[in-house]
């Protein structure tokens, strides 16, 4: 026996320390201490293996040297494996449910505002829609299509072990504005229930985990610096009249007192409220590294600033993270502290200005010298001296005279400490707290447009709001960990889990106070979740796996005999690769089956005490007069106490592969998702309650579908390389029961028309409409339908159900070309069988639009095609408007060149990258990508270009 | 930490039973609701907590649907709008999953659903002003039991909340039910006129059993005539009386019961039930604030109805407008003899082809027609020839002048006064002589080509949202209005007597003649339009009904009980989706019960026809 000794270093020269250096064979070992120094008693012939998490592992046979000084290389590919799995961390290769990871160097580049945008396009099943093109927006992420009509749809976000609440706090425009984009490690998303499970009924919609970048052992900090300029342009706007064609519209049909409403001017109201080009700039700064020898860190700080095309719109966001995983007592204790705060100032442009730009008046000028509203041309009443009431506001007063403001405030933080108690036990305790705070206001000027009459309140209004989110967690789990006769591996996890969710909304109406009215509103309620998990993984020489887990959740927005819901799960696979008949042949790297089942519940979106029976008291606005006085009234609220857990059953099976020294790798998945006890806002005989609808558990929906990915590795030289990655999904979602159709799906023109339906046998929000007749042209008839039913009479019973607003087909198809320095980047996505609902034109291309209500509104210029005279209900609700919007869209491409080490490690990187290059659809709206398919005062997504420079120091 | 999941809620708008019904003050907040929910919508006012929910909130407000199912399904109203299912409503052609016949089923239900919980906590109060509101929230659960029975004919009957899916009652049990609860009630109900404004008394009771006894033939094939005059007659001899205070000067006491001031300006004597409004503190789409807006449009002026812009939907139809003017033929003959004199022209009936249109001798030297004229030309002369004629121009006479430029068109009268040389020529709605004829005509025509079209057809100004002083409500954006919209008032009452008494209800008929007379004095501002027993049949009730009641919320099951809803005895324009009008399927006499609900309930069963 001898004693060597010897240091790990890194690439980079630096000592790791903590790297776990073991003689193969035995559980003999030791680990580098903070200057990466080691010394071990070893035999003749014994090999050391040297494994260090993030680093390829080495193994050096020890043949008598004095010294063993080992170079560890980080391995890429070994830090994608270890995926974030829900109370656990798990290798790729030994999971069994339908998971996908995509790590920060895959990452969607580009002007990148948010965590969502970072994944787009990337991951078979998920599908990610900007809500509108305003900075800072909203982003729909759907996992394998709806789970649910009525509740939550959006997946969980889990940063950092902390569930977040993702319901948006007032003056947030999407919940992950809290991080930084910069700051993500990576993303992985648990798409099926048996990988979901264990989160139980939060997880009902998949569960996106975020992992921040953390500090590593190195000795020497190393700062990461990034510059962006971002510039947006406008592209389409929407197809109206233009002065000369509306004038002559009303020259035609208009009585000699309309055509004397015509103006002289011709304003293009759409060029007026956006603007050409909208600019910002984004920095972000990040600092890791080791502090005082034993606190690994990681410190960023970011900096956004966007603005909208929307003149006026404007997003600013302010981020700092701070990261520290100290250990202590040899490793024996594990504290992660994460602490992350932002700060969001957002300048919200009048949206109402887009859709009274469609149909102000082109003939009128902005301005108007007589006007008493500010001197903007208004459609002023001569007999009230007041805006007429039906009249659409001057689009640039509602931009220039509304002034809305808000700030947020969010921090996220938790202490997680990992004990090992014994060699195998660990116990984990996790306690976080997510706050967030947002103020806002919008204060409308005097001189705005309004049909308030002279003497009346013109004086301006202020609005003010203030809500407070909160959400507490507490976690304590165990987790056993051991291998037996080298071929059994079991890991165990057992667990307790507590979240408490707080709303305190608080909000003020200056017009209010000076009728003498209520002015103050207070919204408040909490909820709480209480949970028990378990999880047990087998492991069989990593050929057969094996997992089961089992989460007993309870919501106090139930009642307490249907409280508990209990959610398992069981999943298998298989590593055939690993198996000895497969030694012969090399050709598979990976070839893995999986199968799993899982259940998970769903309450999320649901009213907080909807089993209780609640009185309801009567504002100030809605009081009753009895003799001379007016008496606050209570009303009982409709009440369900009855409603159970919205259970989600998955089946699915799964096939992993990697092929031709894993040039070619990627998995196929297919599913079905059942789920029961819908909860939706339905009917209930008003006889028996206290009104005609409550929450019920109601109905069944199942989804279907195919996944498959594919990556190829085409040419990987020292020069070149170029990977190439394709994804595709089918999904069909149906209702299965339902025994009551509910019409959803609101649209602008007339007062209480839906365009959508429920209806069992078919896609929830399917278009449901009057067949248009059309004439031997081609040209829709007026006011023609056909009589469906053939009774004689065309009425509701004549509607059908055209096309929903769902792709069937999804793909995503991103390209990854480098050349020495140089690197390329496109990503592309493909939407098929998607359709849209075209309102814009449906509600502004009738000609009486353009005289009614004794002023002037000019058309959408799908009038030029229809000629129709009238808005009735049926033609709003014509299949005529329902038109396919599937789309080819390039949505980023990524130009870049990494300087060569100027002086030491210094890096530097520039890149210029253009979003949203280019969009093929034959859909004749401004954009087919239309969250929900209704299609309405869209804001436009502008095309953004990017220049950046990377400097990593 | 298991405790932690009993919440309870924590919102301060958001209280418990034992607070609500802690002691009789608290509860006269929940009875308030009770009225309220008739009146408005939600708890938020004017829109934003609905009661009823998968309607437009301002849709779903009770005395509008009542408008929009009793009124717009006849001659009296028509709308422009195209909401859905709102155009089938006055095409007699609604569907069984038509918004407002569902929304109204709802409302309705609901307010027996409130009653019912309110009268089984406030019996736990046991106090005797609490136990008048039980009598109260009876009353209205009766209401809302009438209106079932009468607009669907067989629903539920439930006394008490419970989550049992109930059976469906006939239309008789609906109706024995009604009438026993309004008998039991009466005397725990304040004496006539001693309740506060706005909460019902004893004689509501009695004004609802009129109403009921009236229709019972009609409802459940049982005539109950007699009971209805014994009941009016109870009415009619109680503390309330018709309004007689002109208030605001006008020549008529009728308007003052449309004002935004009628809950002082004297109409309150005549309200036995109201719905209570404000623009301020009682806020909603429905109501008062429907009927103001909703009727304003094309050349009206809004702030003279005290709103700062009108909805222009509402109009009514010619067959209405003529229950206040007789034809032509019949006005020609009270002017007096057939003249020499007459007129010509491409605007007369015959044009500029013999003969003429012969005028009528009032005085000596004046002569008067009623005449339909379009738009053209036309010229006086004498004896056919064009010997002796006159032209002329603003309302001057020029012998053998230029033809006169006629401007006015449609129905007229046109005077030639040959004492002075002039003549006018006058539509003769600008000025019935009937106070209650509240019609806008500029810019109006009489007959409706489009329906869709505010013009067509004449606007109705009976409602409006200005004091007696002429002074608009009290909210100043002119949003909302005051009004406080009679429910049943007496007129009413006074009107089922006289039907009653004709129809053998043992009434004293002269008595009837003298009730009657009493509506059409103060109508006309005199006796000259009065009436004597030999006038006095049923038709002429309901007509008179249909004058003195339009738009108030009565007048389909009127013409139902008169076999006239659906039947080709009586025709308007648009009546069944077309111009001249056509019948209607008997069935359509019922509404449907909400289609969905039959899915929900299976122990219902669709009405007939549907």
């Known amino acids: ?953 | 930490c298991h405790d932690d999941l009993n919440q309870t809620p924590i919102d301060p708008d958001s209280t418990t039973e034992e607070d609500v019904f802690a002691n009789a003050s608290q509860a006269k907040g929940a009875l308030a609701k009770l009225y309220a929910s008739l009146a408005l919508t939600g708890q938020q006012g004017p829109a934003g907590q609905p009661d009823i929910s998968g309607i437009d909130e301002g849709f779903s407000q009770f005395s509008r649907m009542l408008f929009n199912l009793n009124e717009l399904t006849t001659d009296q109203a028509i709308v422009g709008w195209g909401d859905p299912g709102l155009p089938d409503l006055h095409g007699l052609s609604w569907s069984s999953g038509n918004d407002f016949t569902e929304a109204m089923y709802y409302r309705l239900a609901q307010e027996v659903s409130f009653t019912n919980s309110f009268i089984s906590n406030a019996e736990l109060l046991a106090d005797e002003e609490v136990n008048q509101f039980i009598a109260e929230a009876r009353f209205l659960r009766a209401f809302a039991y009438y209106n079932l029975m009468d607009l669907y004919g067989n629903v539920p009957l439930t006394t008490e909340i419970s989550t049992e899916l109930p059976q469906q009652a006939s239309r008789e049990e609906i109706f024995n039910f009604v009438e026993e609860e309004l008998l039991e009630i009466e005397d725990q109900l304040a004496d006539s006129g001693a309740n506060e404004y706005g909460r019902v008394d004893r004689v509501a009771a009695w004004a609802l059993l009129s109403r009921l006894y009236l229709n019972a033939e009609s409802f459940i094939g049982t005539p109950r005539y007699n009971d209805a005059v014994t009941y009016s007659e109870k009415v009619i001899n109680s503390s309330y009386s018709i309004n007689t205070t002109d208030a605001n000067g006008n020549g008529s006491a009728y308007d003052e019961l449309f004002l935004a001031d009628n809950n002082t300006n004297g109409a309150q004597k005549e309200f036995i039930f109201t719905l209570n409004f404000d623009g301020i503190q009682s806020q909603t789409f429905g109501g008062t604030t429907f009927l103001v807006h909703a009727a304003v449009g094309g050349t009206m002026n809004p702030a003279e109805f005290g709103i700062n812009g009108g909805w222009a939907g509402n109009r009514t139809t010619k067959s209405f407008v003529n229950k206040f003017v007789k034809t032509n033929a019949e006005l020609n003959a009270s002017i007096g003899p057939v003249s020499d004199w007459g007129i010509i022209g491409n605007s007369t009936p015959n044009g500029w082809a013999d003969p003429d249109t012969d005028m009528y001798e009032a005085s000596p030297n004046v002569f008067k027609i009623f005449t339909e004229l379009t738009e053209g030309e036309l010229k006086f002369r004498k004896n056919d020839d064009w010997s002796v004629s006159f032209g002329g121009e603003n309302g001057n006479l020029i012998p053998d002048g230029d033809n006169i430029i006629v401007e006015t068109t449609g129905r007229v009268v046109i005077t030639l006064n040959l004492n002075n040389n002039t003549y006018t020529i006058q539509s003769i709605y600008e000025s019935l002589p009937d106070a209650r004829a509240m019609f806008y005509t500029d810019g109006q025509t009489l007959e409706i080509n489009d329906v869709s079209t505010f013009e067509d057809g004449f606007a109705v100004t009976k409602f409006r949202n200005i004091d007696s002083n002429g002074n608009p409500g009290s909210d100043s954006t002119g949003d909302f209005v005051d009004t406080d919209l009679p429910v049943i008032r007496l007129a009413e009452i006074y009107l089922n007597y006289a039907e009653a008494t004709l129809r053998g209800g043992g009434g004293n008929a002269s008595r009837a003649v003298n009730l009657i007379n009493e509506l059409r004095e103060r109508a006309y501002g005199n006796n000259s339009a009065n009436i004597t027993s030999g006038d006095l049949d049923l038709q002429f009730v309901l007509d008179e009904r249909s004058r003195e009641l339009y738009w108030e919320g009565l007048r389909r099951t009127d013409l139902i009980r008169y076999e006239q809803f659906t039947t080709n005895q009586y025709l308007w324009p648009f009546k069944g989706g077309v111009k001249d009008g056509v019948s209607a399927p008997t069935y359509r006499r019922l509404f449907p019960i909400p289609n969905d609900l039959l899915t929900i309930n299976p122990n219902l069963t669709q009405n007939d026809g549907y």
């Open chain 1, 1 to 953: 026996q001898d004693t060597v000794k010897g240091t790990v270093i890194g690439e980079d020269s630096g000592a790791i320390p903590g790297v776990n250096i073991i003689i193969k064979g035995t559980d003999k070992g030791t680990t580098s201490d903070f200057d990466g120094h080691y010394a071990i008693v070893v035999e003749q012939g014994q090999v050391l293996v040297y494994s260090y998490l993030g680093f390829k592992s080495q193994e050096i046979t020890y043949v008598g040297q004095n010294e063993i000084n080992v170079t560890m290389g980080e391995d890429t590919a070994i830090l994608e494996e270890v995926l974030v799995i829900g109370y656990g961390t798990a290798k790729k290769e030994d999971l069994t449910g339908a998971v996908d990871m995509v790590s920060s160097k895959d990452f969607n580049k580009g002007p990148i505002n948010s965590a969502q945008e970072l994944i787009t396009g990337k991951i078979a099943g998920v599908n990610v829609t900007s809500a509108s093109g305003s900075p800072g927006d909203g982003q729909t992420i759907t996992i394998r299509g709806l789970g649910s009509l009525s509740l939550e749809n959006q997946p969980l976000y889990v940063i950092d072990g902390i569930p977040i609440d993702n319901g948006g706090v007032g003056g947030s425009r999407n919940p992950l504005n809290i991080i930084n984009p910069n700051d993500i490690e990576s993303m992985t998303v648990l798409k099926d229930a048996s990988a979901t499970a264990i989160y139980g009924s939060r997880a009902a919609n998949g569960v996106i985990q975020i992992t921040t970048k953390k500090g590593k052992d190195t000795k020497e900090f190393r700062y990461d610096v990034s510059l962006k300029r971002t510039v947006r342009n406008r592209l389409e706007t929407v197809d109206v009249m233009s002065a000369s064609e509306f004038k002559n519209l009303v020259n035609n049909v208009g009585t000699p007192d309309q055509i004397g409403r015509l103006g002289d001017s011709s304003t293009d109201w759409q060029e007026q409220i956006y603007t050409e080009q909208a600019t910002g700039e984004e920095f972000n700064m990040s600092a890791l590294g080791n502090a005082f020898g034993f606190m690994p860190m990681r410190a960023s700080i970011g900096y956004t600033n966007q603005d909208g095309i929307l003149r006026g719109d404007n997003f600013t966001r302010y981020t700092g993270g701070l990261n520290l995983t100290p250990r202590f007592f040899d490793d024996q204790l594990k504290v992660t502290l994460n602490v992350r705060g932002s700060y969001v100032e957002n300048i919200f442009a009048n949206r109402d200005a887009i859709g009274s730009a469609v149909s102000f008046d082109p003939t009128q000028p902005i301005y108007d010298s007589n006007s008493p509203f500010g001197g903007y041309f208004a459609w002023i009443d001569p007999q009230t001296g007041a805006q007429r009431s039906l009249a659409p506001t001057n689009p640039v007063a509602s931009l220039n005279l509304v002034d809305d403001h808000s700030e947020v405030r969010r921090i996220i933080t938790n202490l997680q400490a990992d004990y090992d108690l014994t060699e195998h036990i660990k116990a984990t305790v996790n306690v976080g707290y997510d706050e967030s705070n947002s103020n806002g206001r919008t204060i409308t000027s005097d001189q705005m447009p309004t049909d308030d009459q002279v003497g009346g309140l013109r004086n301006g209004a202020r609005t003010t709001f203030s809500q407070t989110q909160k959400n507490k967690l507490f976690d304590a789990y165990l987790t056993y960990e051991n291998t037996f006769n080298d071929v059994h591996s079991l890991t165990a996890v057992a667990g307790y889990s507590y979240q408490k969710f707080e709303y305190d909304n608080y909000s003020y109406d200056s017009e209010k106070e000076e009728q003498g009215n209520t002015a103050e509103f207070i919204d408040r309620s909490k909820n709480v979740l209480l949970s028990y998990f378990g999880r047990a993984n087998y492991n069989y020489d990593s050929r057969y796996l094996l997992t089961a887990s089992l989460r007993a959740d309870a919501s106090s927005k139930l009642n307490p005999d249907d409280r508990w819901g209990y959610f398992p799960s069981f999943s298998a696979a298989w590593n055939i690769h690993n198996e000895s008949f497969m030694d012969g042949s090399d050709f598979f790297n990976v070839l893995k089956l999986r199968g799993g089942y899982g259940q998970v519940g769903n309450v999320n979106g649901l009213g907080d005490y909807n089993f209780l029976t609640r009185y309801t008291s009567s504002q100030s606005t809605a009081n009753y007069q009895i003799g001379n006085s007016f008496y606050q009234t209570y009303r009982p609220e409709p009440y369900n106490e009855d409603l159970k857990w919205e259970v989600g059953s998955t089946i699915n099976v799964g096939l992993d592969y990697a092929f031709l020294d894993d040039k070619v790798s990627g998995s196929i998945n297919a599913y079905i998702k059942k789920t029961e006890d819908l909860i939706a806002f339905t009917l209930v005989d008003p006889f028996t309650n206290f009104g005609n609808k409550i929450d019920k558990n109601i109905g069944d929906m199942e989804n279907k579908g195919i996944e498959f990915a594919i990556n190829y590795k085409a040419i990987d030289t020292d020069d070149w390389s170029w990977n190439l990655g394709y994804n595709v999904s089918f999904n069909d979602n149906e209702i299965t029961n339902l025994p009551d159709e509910q019409n959803v799906g609101g649209i602008s023109g007339g007062t209480g028309n839906n365009i959508q339906l429920h209806r069992e046998g078919e896609t929830p929000y399917s278009y449901y409409v009057y067949e248009q007749v059309y004439d031997s042209n081609g040209r829709p008839i007026e006011g023609v339908y056909v009589d469906r039913n053939n009774d004689g009479v065309i009425n509701d019973d004549d509607r059908y159900i055209k096309e929903n607003p769902y792709a069937d087909v999804l793909m995503g198809f991103n390209t990854n070309l480098s050349y020495k320095n140089w690197d390329l980047s496109v990503q592309s996505r493909v939407s098929l069988g998607n359709y849209a609902y075209n309102n814009v034109a449906s509600a502004n291309s009738y000609e009486r639009k353009a005289t009614e209500n004794q002023i002037l509104s000019n058309l959408h210029s799908d009038y030029f095609n229809t000629g129709f005279k009238n808005i009735t209900q049926r033609g709003l609700l014509s299949d005529y408007h329902i038109q396919d919007a599937s789309f080819f869209r390039i949505d980023n491409v990524t130009l870049g060149y990494n300087f060569n080490s100027v002086s030491g490690n210094t890096q530097f990187r520039v890149y210029g990258s253009v979003q949203n290059l280019l969009t093929v659809t034959d859909y004749d709206g401004i954009d087919p990508e239309i969250s929900g398919g209704i299609d309405n005062n869209f804001y436009p997504r502008p095309r953004t270009f990017v220049l950046g420079l990377n400097v990593d120091l």
